[in-house]
């Protein structure tokens, strides 16, 4: 398989102790940390990529105000030999929800390449969480099919369908190098 580093970030967890005592932890009562280690997060990344040990990485933030900075911070560190090599992970925890999904991918395709995405990951803890998924392609496909009605993407039937294929699996399949 083709190994990944995914980096998740910008959570404060179990601030209710006294519901943790008693509940143990990954039970709730976690909360958006505000604090973007944007400068951190490019230090660790530049000083892999030096080293030529940089490897396909996706960011996710819990805090949607990072949406930007991860934007940024991923171009710096593309490479010719793997489309996409630093992601930004998909909207996640309290961002899975219907606007979380539209600003994450509003602000992903701003700052760099829709077309790449790796798209909804899963919460393999939760059965239900597959659901997403399918929620997910609902989304992407009104927010691209929006974007073609105001004009600020091809009406081209045959491009759109591989952007949301590709999107929806082909890419993830590719990234993670699955012989499917």
């Not at 969480?129 to 989304?139: A, D, K, L, M």
Request: include cysteine; aromatic fraction near 12%.
């Amino acid at each position: 398989l083709g190994w990944a580093m995914q980096l998740h970030y910008g959570c404060k967890r179990d601030n209710d102790v006294k519901r943790f005592r008693k509940l143990g932890p990954d039970t709730g009562f976690d909360c958006i940390d505000t604090y973007t280690p944007s400068a951190q997060l490019a230090d660790l990344l530049n000083a892999l990529n030096v080293t030529d040990e940089l490897p396909k990485t996706i960011l996710y933030s819990l805090n949607p105000n990072d949406n930007a900075a991860i934007g940024t911070i991923i171009g710096c560190f593309q490479d010719a030999g793997v489309a996409g090599k630093i992601q930004q992970g998909s909207a996640w925890w309290f961002n899975d929800h219907k606007q979380g999904m539209i600003d994450q991918m509003t602000s992903l395709a701003n700052l760099g390449l829709l077309s790449n995405f790796v798209g909804m990951l899963t919460d393999s803890r939760s059965f239900l969480s597959y659901t997403r998924h399918e929620y997910f392609r609902r989304i992407l496909c009104n927010l691209i099919g929006g974007w073609v009605e105001n004009g600020e993407y091809p009406a081209d039937e045959e491009i759109l369908g591989r952007i949301v294929q590709d999107i929806s699996y082909n890419n993830a399949v590719r990234y993670f190098g699955f012989d499917l």
